[in-house]
């Protein structure tokens, strides 16, 4: 699906990935968008470059990076504004699997670290692209989740680390809105992508059950009877990052097919 919402645009997109880190470049290209990727893993910036440019997208800069240390975050930087002269849009996608066990039994380090890398990591990169998205009046989209409307078992862990990054955007937009930079969020809901397919699968085995009623079940309790896909996930991410969206900040847009309504 091709759209000029971000024709011109120059984004840089953190934790490029098989999954939604994937689909948020691929979306950005589509809609016109020089896609700067990043992540630790170059292969996978390779891969999904090389996706874009089959595709017939703009050029793209792929730079390893872990969002965790000042200098390659800054090199990154660096890199971007090197090559494309500006940055228009940052989307922060990285993140670190939740240690799933309740908050009771969860090792501190574990939490830590999910600290560390989503919101510490989320904001380092706000910080450094700040100068640069000031001079285009640009926009930062955060990943966050659907964890943040439920308190279940087991997922103690991931909802401290994606609460304190909701609280950290909205304050960022009243800091940074002096300067013309809109912060929004995206919250996503079960994502229909390879890695839920095989959590799906193990949940099949241990319920002596299908992967079919699995996702039936899943979905049954949204209002579409269905799971979003990366793609939509990712477009809702394109239209914050995009003009279109250039009245809307601090907000947070939930993609989870009416599974909760906020």
Known sequence: MSTNLLAGKVVVVSGIGPGLGRSLALESAAAGANVVLAARTESR??????????????????VPTDITSDDEVQNLVA????????????????FSVPSMKALAKTDFQQI??????????????????????????????????AVLRHSEPRYGSYKLAKSALLAMSQTLATELGSKGIRVNTVAPGYIWND?????????????????????????????????PEPDEIARAAVFLASSWANAITGQTLDVNCGEYHV
Not at 45 to 62: F, K, N, Q, S, Y
Not at 79 to 94: H, P, Q
């Open 45 to 62: 910036l390779l891969e999904v470059a090389g996706e874009i440019e089959a595709a017939g997208g703009a050029p793209t800069l792929c």
């Open 79 to 94: 890199r971007t504004t090197e090559t494309f002269g500006k940055v228009d849009a940052l989307i922060n996608n990285a």
């Open 112 to 145: 830590r670290d999910s600290v560390e890398l989503t919101v510490l990591g989320g904001l380092r990169m706000t910080q450094a692209f700040t100068p640069a998205l000031a001079e285009t009046g640009g926009a930062v989209v955060m990943i966050n989740s």
């Open 195 to 227: 890695q839920l397919k095989w959590y799906f699968g193990e949940i099949a085995k241990k319920y002596g059950i299908t992967v079919e009623q699995v996702y039936e079940q899943t979905a049954s309790k949204s209002d579409l009877k269905r799971l």
